[in-house]
């Protein structure tokens, strides 16, 4: 690696970005973000969405004949900024995975591990404090679990 004095801003960028959704309202402006840093350093774009399943297993069940309409859901929630994305030719690459599964391990075993990101991007939330206790925190987890940066957006 270069010396970082004599390093331009294209050489400090990130190559392959990795944004975390999760539906919630927030989800747009978290997306939005990636986009225009993923265009600004000429990145890869990965933006990852869980189907929880904790909730259905809690129940114990796991209807799995739902997935396909939950991730019709959420594909459609994101198609017009997926759609800009693809068409901005500074963004090397676009690819929306979508998994059903344990949110933490299947952010890290099925997305972040296979991806392996230089920048994760994820939203802050907001659960309520007795979930938080609970469940912790997706971007508290995010930040602790990855070997790369972490951006949060509030």
Same mark, same amino acid.
């Given at each position: 690696m270069? =010396? +970082?004095? +004599?390093? #331009?801003?294209?050489?400090? *960028?990130?190559?392959?970005i990795f944004v975390s959704l999760d539906g919630s309202d927030q989800q747009d402006k978290v997306l939005d973000r990636? /986009?225009?840093m993923a265009a600004n350093d000429n990145a890869e774009l990965y933006i990852g969405y869980v189907i929880d399943s904790t909730a259905l297993e809690?129940? *114990? +069940? @796991?209807?799995?004949? /739902? &997935?396909?309409?939950?991730?019709k859901t @959420?594909?459609?929630? !994101? =198609?017009?900024k997926v759609k800009v994305a $693809?068409?901005?030719?500074? !963004?090397?690459?676009?690819?929306? &995975?979508? %998994?059903? *599964? %344990? /949110?933490?391990? +299947?952010?890290?075993? $099925?997305?972040l591990d296979v991806i392996q990101?230089?920048?994760? !991007?994820? *939203?802050?939330r907001g659960l309520s404090? /007795?979930?938080?206790? &609970?469940?912790?925190? !997706?971007? #508290? @987890?995010l930040t602790r679990n990855t070997d790369c940066d972490t951006l949060i957006i509030k």
């Open positions: 270069a =010396d +970082t004095a +004599t390093q #331009t801003y294209q050489d400090l *960028g990130y190559d392959k990636a /986009i225009v809690a129940a *114990g +069940t @796991f209807p799995v004949d /739902i &997935i396909p309409s939950l991730e @959420f594909r459609d929630s !994101i =198609d017009a $693809e068409a901005n030719p500074d !963004i090397k690459k676009v690819e929306v &995975i979508v %998994r059903a *599964g %344990r /949110i933490r391990e +299947t952010l890290k075993d $099925e997305m990101p230089d920048l994760v !991007i994820c *939203g802050a404090s /007795i979930k938080y206790a &609970i469940l912790g925190s !997706i971007s #508290t @987890f």
